[in-house]
Each structure stands twice: as structure tokens, then as C-alpha cells.
């Protein structure tokens, strides 16, 4: 008579076993809950009033990188005015939207489980524009008189 060897009591080192769905969301649901307490600070502290959230290096150097303004753009949003979080970082605002769908994206594939959850791969072309789009905004928010400035 054989004997069947039994299976660890720890099987989450086999990659044959499937974690468990709230394994598999702790990680978009912790980037979620980052992001909420993040969202809230800034809606809590202002960051409109001058050095409420220190100085911005670039802005120390006397430029305004495609991230300046993003603060006040998020506090903007919070307080539902898509007019002013525009004008504080209107490269932020156009990329919020894909952000969270890119999230929505990544929380149905954690849910559903196998192989949709392989990480998206974007192809090398994608982040090249995504640098030009970023480095073009920075140079067009630079320009003296620029409706972009922050």
C-alpha cells in the first residue's frame, strides 16, 4: 500500500494554486486607500496657502515641471471646481480619468483572478509619447505669458 505524501500546510508558495480574491485586491484596494487618505490631506491642508506643503524644488530653480500645480489641482478637485484644477495642472486633470479607468481595469482583473491578472505591457512607443506629451507640457507652461503657467 502506498503511501501519498501530504500537501504542505502553506501551499501559497505553488504557483498551481490560485490566492485568494482578497489577496489578490489587497493591492489595488491599498493603492485605493493611499490615495483617499492622500486626496484628503490635500483637501484639509490647502495647498494655495504658500508653503503649506513646503517648497517645490523645481519651483526653487525657477521652473514649473509638468507636475507643478498638481496639489492645487487635486484640492481643486475635491472641492468640485474642474475650472480652477485645470488651470493649476490641466495635464493632471486629463489624466485622471485614465488613471482611475486604468484602476477599474486592475481591480476587475484582481477580481476575476488567472491569467487577466498579468500586469498590462505597454509597447515602448506608448512611453515615448506619454514623455513627449509630459516634456511638451513642460515646455509650453514655461514660455513667458503661457496660459499653462501654473
Known amino acids: 500500500m502506498a503511501t501519498h ?21 489587497a493591492s489595488p484596494l491599498g493603492t485605493a ?3 483617499a487618505i492622500a486626496t484628503t490631506a490635500l483637501h484639509v491642508r490647502d ?27 487635486v484640492n481643486d478637485l475635491t472641492n468640485l471646481d474642474i475650472g480652477a484644477a485645470a488651470s493649476s495642472n490641466l495635464l493632471l486633470v486629463v489624466a485622471l480619468p485614465v488613471i482611475v479607468l486604468l484602476w477599474v481595469r486592475r481591480v476587475a482583473a ?14 515602448m512607443w506608448m512611453w515615448w509619447a506619454l514623455a513627449a506629451v509630459a516634456g511638451g507640457f513642460m515646455l509650453l507652461r514655461n514660455l513667458p505669458g503661457s496660459w499653462l503657467a501654473p
Open 33 to 35: 486607500a493611499l490615495a
Open 5 to 25: 505524501p501530504t500537501p504542505p500546510a502553506d501551499l501559497a508558495g505553488r504557483r498551481d494554486v490560485e490566492p485568494s480574491r482578497a489577496r489578490r485586491l
Open 110 to 123: 484582481c477580481w476575476r483572478g488567472g491569467t487577466v491578472m498579468a500586469p498590462l505591457a505597454p509597447p
Open 47 to 73: 495647498p494655495h496657502v504658500g508653503g503649506s506643503w513646503g517648497a517645490c524644488p523645481t519651483a526653487l530653480l525657477g521652473f514649473a515641471c509638468p507636475f507643478c500645480g498638481g496639489l492645487r489641482a
